[in-house]
């Protein structure tokens, strides 16, 4: 089982930046890939990216080049750089597996971490 602790949120005016982080501790031998999510108030959880054990990147329509998946194995720990925040980014993000053993699957949700874009 793997604990995944997300990190970075935090209040931003339209058009900034933040970097989450997500610190994953444990086995990951069968994750053949790592996403971010967020829930957005009033809305289903949705993948915003996503990022293979080899490094390639996958992201949702509405990242629209603003957002950078990476990740770090030596550290465990992946990350999401957002540019030009809009404030219907606004909510909950989370990080979680992606696929596991060749199919999309998600485990134990965290806490997440709070993303509020407003002027």
């Known amino acids: 089982q793997v604990q995944l602790v997300e990190s970075g949120g935090g209040l931003v005016q339209p058009g900034g930046s933040l970097r989450l982080s997500c610190v994953a501790s444990?086995?990951?031998?069968?994750?053949?890939?790592m996403g971010w999510y967020r829930q957005i108030p009033g809305s289903q959880r949705e993948l915003v990216a996503g990022?293979?054990?080899?490094?390639?990147?996958n992201y949702a329509d509405f990242v629209e080049g603003r957002f950078t998946i990476s990740r770090d194995n030596a550290k465990g720990t992946m990350y999401l750089q957002m540019n030009d925040l809009k404030p219907e980014d606004t909510g909950v993000y989370y990080c979680?597996?992606?696929?596991?053993?060749?199919?999309?699957?998600?485990?134990?949700w965290g806490q997440g971490t709070q993303v509020t874009v407003s002027s």
């Open positions: 979680n597996y992606w696929w596991v053993n060749g199919k999309p699957q998600t485990g134990p």
């Open positions: 990022i293979t054990t080899r490094g390639t990147p």
């Open positions: 444990g086995s990951i031998e069968n994750i053949n890939a």
